[in-house]
């Protein structure tokens, strides 16, 4: 299955600022997601990236918040934007394996103050 | 969104004791997934099951699809201090729907 490096693994960020994330992955992929884990809660997916095309979001998520980007089949950055204490959540990227299921990076622990 | 019901939310169970747990929803899923997740990792895939009624096993773990589709179980026999975690049944359809997860605890 592949191997997804996603960074930073956590950080503290003021509020008003925004956090961009970075999820990069060591074959090609078509569909790379991003998932928002609040504390004690189960995943909720925030959007799909496609390569070469705009940013699929859910209900609730949009993306002036939470722009996309997926310049090419490896890599993909979720930016959180204009943060308050409320985004404090793990974020995680995901991609579809070929066979096993979907493959998750280890995390973003972000802490908003 | 599709609800998954997980259940137990928790459990604390003795080392060596087998543990149970399963999901349920009001809708079929084509493809069911159980995944294990530790403090400050992602989730981890455990077993993935592809077929109404298949039974599948990995090690200690043993997963079921429902025939209906619509339902899965998670057995873990003979636990151990390292099962601690969280574990997600998560259902595909187009996209993945999670449970909200069974966190488990082994006493020594």
């Known amino acids: 299955s592949a191997v997804i490096s996603q960074k930073p693994s956590r950080d503290i960020c003021q509020r008003g600022t925004s956090l961009t994330i970075q999820c990069q992955v060591d074959?090609?992929?078509?569909?790379m997601f991003w998932y928002r884990q609040q504390p004690g809660q189960s995943l909720t997916l925030i959007a799909t990236?496609?390569?070469?095309?705009?940013?699929?979001?859910e209900s609730g998520f949009v993306i002036d918040k939470f722009p996309i980007s997926r310049p090419n089949l490896t890599f993909s950055t979720l930016t959180v934007s204009n943060m308050s204490p409320e985004d404090s959540s793990i974020y995680l990227c995901?991609?579809?394996?070929?066979?096993?299921?979907?493959?998750f990076g280890s995390g973003t622990r972000l802490t908003v103050v | 969104g599709q609800q998954l019901n997980q259940s137990p939310q928790s459990m604390f169970i003795q080392e060596g004791e087998d543990v149970s747990m399963n999901c349920t929803s009001s809708s079929i899923f084509n493809t069911w997934l159980w995944y294990k997740q530790d403090p400050g990792e992602g989730p981890v895939l455990l077993i993935a099951?592809?077929?109404?009624?298949e039974l599948t096993s990995n090690g200690r773990l043993t997963a079921q699809f429902g025939i209906t589709r619509k339902d899965s179980f998670l057995n873990i026999s003979a636990s151990i201090p390292s099962d601690v975690g969280i574990y997600f049944c998560?259902?595909?359809?187009?996209?993945?729907?999670f449970g909200r997860g069974t966190q488990l605890t082994v006493w020594p």
């Open positions: 074959s090609q992929v078509t569909m």
């Open positions: 990236a496609n390569q070469g095309s705009e940013a699929t979001y």
């Open positions: 995901s991609v579809e394996g070929d066979i096993y299921g979907y493959t």
């Open positions: 099951l592809y077929k109404a009624g």
């Open positions: 998560a259902g595909q359809r187009g996209r993945l729907y």
